[in-house]
């Protein structure tokens, strides 16, 4: 009787299992000029339709004056509308066009202007791509998550809308590639994947988004998985996975951590790469009640952060 209810489970079990093809977005970087006037530029890509996010801002102003975009990617073409915030009015403007073509994966060539990008005085724009697509560009791949409805000890109703993440099949060509597994049960998980190059070797990696709808803040994290050059192949990162949400900068190299707990005291933390570890080079933090922002600073010597200087200024 045992063996029944045993197999009977089992099968209850294995028919919850299922295989989902994700929506994967890659996050992609260019860098160049509009006229005579140096940018940064980011876009979200997707495998999903032909919709297109990001942001841009020009050197001079700094990353602070970001211009957001949103337009679509058909037929090689992109098609972008600028919004500016409006402080005033407190709401974003339309501010300008863009109309470039997709150029084999590396750059991006054609006009910005005021009213419509085909206008006489719209402005030349060239960006060449940060990342190296041309070698290695997983979002022509097709990644399939393997899930079940996620059912655990004390599972809440929020809890209990999400799925389990098993493992990752990536196909190549129809073909499985490769397997991404190691997943803990309390992995909550949708139907999305994103591409970053978060260690700044030119080639993108992957980061999974994790749920936690029971927490009142930090609700989400990534689990990372990276390109590894040799194996042509995606290993997890045990750093970055305890790290959790991390901002990328691929022009200073750096990655930063933000920690905020709701009552004034936040933070930053800033980190680099070194031969393939990821150490932390600046601390800032502000406390609630303090005029000042408190900063340490690291050096790393012997792969090693060592902290060489500790001060404040005021905010």
């Excluded at 209850?12 to 940018?39: C, D, E, R």
Aim: some cysteine; aromatic content about 14%.
């Amino acid at each position: 009787m045992k063996k029944i209810v045993l197999i009977v489970f089992s099968l209850l079990l294995f028919s919850q299992t299922y295989a989902q093809k994700a929506k994967v977005t890659s996050i992609i970087n260019f860098t160049g000029n509009i006229g005579g006037y140096p940018i940064e530029m980011k876009l979200n890509l997707n495998n999903y339709n032909d919709s297109i996010s990001g942001e841009y801002y020009y050197i001079k102003s700094g990353r602070d004056n970001r211009i957001y975009l949103e337009g679509t990617l058909k037929d090689g073409e992109l098609r972008l509308t600028e919004r500016t915030h409006n402080a005033k009015k407190g709401r974003l403007d339309n501010t300008g066009y863009f109309r470039m073509a997709y150029v084999a994966q590396t750059s991006l060539a054609g006009t910005w202007g005021t009213k419509t990008p085909n206008a006489e005085n719209a402005l030349t724009v060239k960006l060449k791509c940060r990342e190296n697509l041309t070698a290695f560009n997983p979002l022509g791949f097709e990644f399939i998550m393997v899930k079940n409805k996620a059912n655990y000890e004390n599972i809440t109703e929020s809890a209990s809308k999400y799925d389990n993440l098993l493992s990752v099949r990536i196909n190549v060509n129809k073909s499985a590639r490769w397997s991404l597994g190691e997943f803990d049960k309390y992995d909550l998980v949708k139907d999305e994947i994103e591409l970053e190059d978060v260690n700044f070797d030119g080639f993108l990696d992957i980061k999974i988004p994790i749920y936690y709808p029971d927490r009142a803040k930090n609700d989400y994290n990534f689990i990372y998985f990276l390109h590894d050059i040799k194996s042509r192949g995606f290993l997890k990162n045990k750093t970055l996975n305890e790290l959790g949400v991390l901002f990328f900068n691929p022009i200073k190299k750096e990655v930063y951590k933000y920690d905020a707990d709701g009552s004034g005291n936040e933070g930053t933390t800033y980190y680099k790469w070194q031969n393939g570890r990821l150490l932390r080079t600046k601390e800032e933090k502000v406390y609630e009640n303090d005029e000042y922002t408190h900063y340490d600073e690291y050096k790393i010597e012997n792969g090693q952060s060592v902290k060489v200087k500790s001060y404040k200024k005021k905010s």
